[in-house]
């Protein structure tokens, strides 16, 4: 098993572009996170997905989207970007029992992304 | 409001020494606590979580509630110690909440 699987893992952006950064697994889990990691900060959740079809905001959602279209896919899209996105973007799954996830995340190897 | 606090960014022990790195949470209700550890260039990993009561690679954390703390600590620090720490609590819908992270720093 591949786990948690980022692309890309480094991509610079002019101001005002778009991207997506995609995430896949292939554990079956359903709950899926995206997080982002602020030099000196600790991880910040974007977005979460506890199933197909079904997204949520984080902590700090303003500035992107998501989308969970299949159980191993959580592409995050920034449409406009702006120099305070530049960070590094972790994405997370984790299998649920019984509705609230107690199991540990599996965190990809992260997408470092500078706009300029 | 749900928070976690690690006070030291950087903490540099000796190989052979004590270790503790302190968490302090924020949390109405029953805490669910967890320490995950990232190495160089690998990627994040749980380290250990407080409802396994567990040891890996010598590390221990127990949850003090009177205290609101969960550290973590390790009685003898190896080199290969050496990394970033994060504690992180489980809030509701099974987000967690990360603190800003230690860098442990052993030295030979």
């Known amino acids: 098993n591949a786990g948690v699987t980022q692309t890309p893992k480094f991509r610079i952006l002019k101001i005002g572009q778009s991207m997506t950064l995609q995430c896949t697994q292939d554990m079956n889990h359903n709950y899926m996170y995206w997080y982002r990691q602020d030099p000196g900060m600790g991880l910040k959740l974007i977005y979460y997905s506890v199933g197909a079809g079904i997204t949520d905001k984080g902590e700090v959602p303003n500035g992107y989207n998501v989308s969970r279209s299949t159980t191993e896919d959580f592409p995050l899209r920034l449409e406009l970007a702006a120099p305070s996105q530049t960070s590094v973007y972790f994405c997370a799954s984790s299998l649920d029992r019984g509705g609230m996830s107690n199991q540990p995340q599996h965190f990809g190897d992260g997408t470092r992304l500078s706009i300029l | 409001a749900q928070r976690v606090t690690q006070p030291e960014k950087l903490l540099s022990v000796f190989k052979g020494a004590p270790v503790e790195l302190k968490c302090n949470y924020s949390y109405s209700g029953s805490p669910e606590l967890f320490w995950y550890v990232q190495y160089s260039r690998q990627r994040l990993q749980l380290l250990l979580r407080h409802i396994s009561r567990e040891s890996i690679k010598g590390f221990t954390a127990d949850l003090n509630k009177g205290e609101t703390s969960f550290h973590l600590k390790k009685p003898f620090a190896q080199e290969e110690d050496s990394a970033m720490y994060y504690c992180?609590?489980?809030?509701?819908?099974?987000?967690?909440?990360f603190g800003q992270g230690t860098e442990l720093s052993v030295k030979p």
């Open positions: 992180a609590l489980r809030s509701q819908g099974g987000k967690l909440i």
